[in-house]
């Protein structure tokens, strides 16, 4: 069982940057795959970014690639998202999402992850 929190979010104009992060309660966090995802209201839940257990590897949405990069910190049992250049459309509630697993497979899908955090709200004004 492991326990999910962000942080980091806010208001931001057009163009600026946030770093999300997330923190972990799990005392075996380095078995868990994590992911970041966002709902805008009246939309599906999306995928934003993913990174297996090491850190070794990362995948994006092609929304996001080349702004978002997410990292975790192993030791912190953190993970973040630093968000830049961002844009209006990038408004949404931003969850952490972590995903058990032995084989370190990152998930791309929001059923392949079993926990949740409760939700940051990013804003960008225009």
């Known amino acids: 069982q492991v326990q999910l929190v962000e942080s980091g979010g806010g208001l931001v104009q057009a163009g600026g940057s946030l770093r999300l992060a997330c923190a972990a309660s799990?005392?075996?966090?380095?078995?868990?795959?994590m992911g970041w995802f966002r709902q805008a209201p009246g939309k599906d839940r999306e995928f934003v970014a993913a990174?297996?257990?090491?850190?070794?590897?990362?995948y994006y949405a092609d929304s996001v690639k080349g702004r978002f990069t997410i990292s975790r910190d192993n030791a912190k049992n953190t993970v973040y998202l630093q968000m830049n250049s961002l844009k209006p459309e990038d408004t949404a509630v931003y969850y952490c999402?972590?995903?058990?697993?032995?084989?370190?497979?990152?998930?791309?899908?929001?059923?392949?992850?079993?926990?949740w955090g409760q939700g940051t709200q990013v804003t960008v004004s225009s």
């Open positions: 999402a972590g995903r058990r697993t032995l084989t370190g497979a990152a998930g791309l899908t929001t059923n392949q992850y079993g926990y």
């Open positions: 990174i297996t257990l090491t850190g070794g590897n990362t």
């Open positions: 799990a005392r075996t966090f380095s078995m868990y795959a």
